[in-house]
């Protein structure tokens, strides 16, 4: 597993780390996002969609309240799913992520997955994101050995 670092120092920054990684991120891919609540997880999914040309960045929104947001482009849909309400595995299930995880043309974002670490695939990329201060973010990309290379990013 390889592990590249990153500070951004403002909202924009996270969002064009998210423009530059969504660039290494072929389809199909599962990508952890790990941070506390605030921790940018949001912000760094308005860059990757907005980069697929899924959606821009201002329509990207936390899918904490509805669970699931799906932003289709051209040639990726990008799921953005947040784990935070879901409490069981059986809820888990009712989303239906192995039709979205199994789809080739998916970029799958998801928001507290590891809450489930036994039902997340193995090959994925993990976005471990930290606030070190009022608008700076210390993002930490782990890398399973058959993920892309980010080291372009940023």
Same mark, same amino acid.
């Given at each position: 597993?390889?592990?590249?670092? *990153?500070?951004?120092?403002?909202?924009?920054?996270?969002?064009? $780390?998210?423009?530059?990684?969504?660039?290494? $991120?072929?389809?199909?891919?599962?990508? $952890?996002?790990?941070?506390?609540?605030?921790?940018?997880?949001?912000?760094?999914?308005?860059?990757?969609?907005?980069? *697929?040309?899924?959606?821009?960045?201002?329509?990207?929104?936390?899918?904490? *309240?509805?669970?699931?947001?799906?932003?289709?482009?051209?040639?990726?849909?990008?799921?953005?799913?947040?784990?935070?309400?879901?409490?069981?595995?059986?809820?888990?299930?009712? $989303?239906?992520?192995?039709?979205?995880?199994?789809?080739?043309?998916?970029?799958?974002?998801?928001?507290?997955?590891?809450? *489930?670490?036994?039902?997340?695939?193995?090959?994925?990329?993990?976005?471990?994101?930290?606030?070190?201060?009022?608008?700076?973010?210390?993002?930490?990309?782990?890398?399973?050995?058959?993920?892309?290379?980010?080291?372009?990013?940023?």
């Amino acid at each position: 597993m390889s592990t590249e670092q *990153f500070t951004t120092h403002s909202p924009e920054e996270t969002i064009s $780390l998210g423009r530059a990684l969504a660039e290494k $991120l072929q389809p199909p891919k599962l990508v $952890l996002l790990r941070g506390d609540l605030g921790a940018g997880k949001t912000t760094i999914t308005k860059g990757i969609a907005a980069a *697929f040309d899924a959606a821009s960045e201002d329509d990207v929104t936390s899918p904490t *309240f509805t669970l699931v947001h799906e932003y289709r482009g051209p040639r990726v849909t990008v799921y953005h799913i947040d784990l935070y309400r879901i409490e069981t595995e059986r809820e888990l299930y009712t $989303l239906g992520l192995d039709d979205i995880l199994g789809d080739p043309n998916n970029v799958v974002l998801i928001e507290w997955g590891e809450k *489930f670490p036994d039902l997340m695939p193995e090959d994925r990329i993990e976005i471990r994101l930290r606030t070190t201060g009022d608008n700076s973010r210390e993002i930490e990309i782990l890398e399973t050995p058959g993920g892309p290379s980010c080291s372009n990013a940023g």
